[in-house]
């Protein structure tokens, strides 16, 4: 249609590495189907407008596209009414606002800009809600598959794409207290401090990420049970820094003893997103009508849950 350019960025399950990423070890994580549709509407007045989205995030927005419009080249500056149609649960660490940065850029650039471009660019809009993001993020909503990431801050960490083997989730989000950027920080002065043994977590975290990129590297499914027991002890270790909830540690209890081989919280923790992984698609969606309804009667607060199912193409 003319006079509307449209834009896309995918959600993205981080597996395992959040938080050690921060201090250069590598991470691993993989697209989600859910993704975040922006149009971006011709508009008489020639400003920007923003119906859909609420009174808080809107100056947020606004504030953001009077920062990024002038780093644009000049003939993708134009202003317009933006339409946002998402399926990506907000502020559950499944990157929705990496998802609207590229999807905003895609929109604003062109299809003609290559991924590269595009990864760079939403890496630089994501430093206005993130300060310092680590890429992993916008890198997983634009490169669609399963990455490992090697940090190189404030540049665009590495990627490398893994073979991997069919992944089985069930993937949830508990509501968040507390920002990616607070928790962040809170870890960083507990290390600055001199707390030995916070660093001696996110040493283990970075070892565990890599032993995790090893096994997806290989390919084989028959390791899958390898994989759980490494999300189990990476998820240990982020409950020793305080990063679980005990709603959170219930659910991935209650996933296990439903057949899951293994789960974990994913992303900055503080509630938010978490997964459970299953051998096979059966005893997944069976663990899935157990927990949905587990949660609907434990007054706990609102939990998303959803089946996903990685393939390798
Ligand atoms: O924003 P989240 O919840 O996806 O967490 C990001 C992962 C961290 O390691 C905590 C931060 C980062 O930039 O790597």
Not at 3 to 31: D, M
Not at 135 to 144: M, N, R
Not at 239 to 247: C, I
């Amino acid at each position: 249609m003319a006079g509307e350019r449209v834009g896309l960025g995918h959600g993205k399950l981080l597996l395992f590495g959040e938080h050690s990423a921060v201090y250069g070890y590598p991470a691993c994580g993989l697209t989600l189907s859910t993704s975040l549709r922006l149009r971006i509407l011709d508009n008489p007045q020639n400003d920007w407008q923003l119906p859909d989205i609420d009174d808080r995030d809107c100056r947020l927005l606004t504030d953001f596209l009077a920062v990024m419009t002038p780093n644009l080249p000049v003939d993708c500056r134009r202003p317009g009414e933006i339409r946002v149609d998402s399926d990506i649960p907000q502020g559950m660490g499944f990157g929705s606002s990496a998802a609207w940065c590229v999807a905003f850029v895609r929109a604003m650039l062109g299809s003609e800009v290559a991924v590269d471009g595009i990864w760079e660019a939403a890496h630089r809009a994501e430093a206005f809600f993130h300060g310092t993001p680590s890429g992993i993020d916008t890198g997983l909503s634009v490169l669609d598959g399963l990455y490992a990431f090697a940090p190189a801050p404030p540049a665009l960490p590495g990627a490398r794409r893994l073979d991997g083997f069919p992944l089985h989730f069930l993937i949830g989000a508990a509501p968040r207290a507390g920002s990616t950027h607070g928790l962040v920080a809170g870890l960083r002065e507990r290390i600055e401090s001199g707390d030995g043994d916070a660093w001696g977590v996110i040493e283990r975290l970075g070892k565990l990420s890599a032993e995790a990129i090893g096994v997806l590297a290989e390919g084989d499914s028959a390791n899958v049970t390898e994989l759980g027991r490494l999300a189990d002890a990476a998820h240990q270790e982020l409950a020793n820094l305080g990063l679980s909830t005990s709603y959170v540690d219930q659910l991935l209890r209650l996933g296990r003893e439903s057949g899951a081989v293994g789960g974990k919280l994913s992303g900055a923790g503080g509630g938010g997103a978490f997964y459970l992984l299953f051998k096979d698609p059966e005893t997944a969606d069976a663990a899935h009508r157990s927990l949905s309804a587990v949660r609907t009667g434990n007054g706990s607060g609102e939990v998303t849950l959803f089946r996903f199912s990685w393939v390798p193409e």
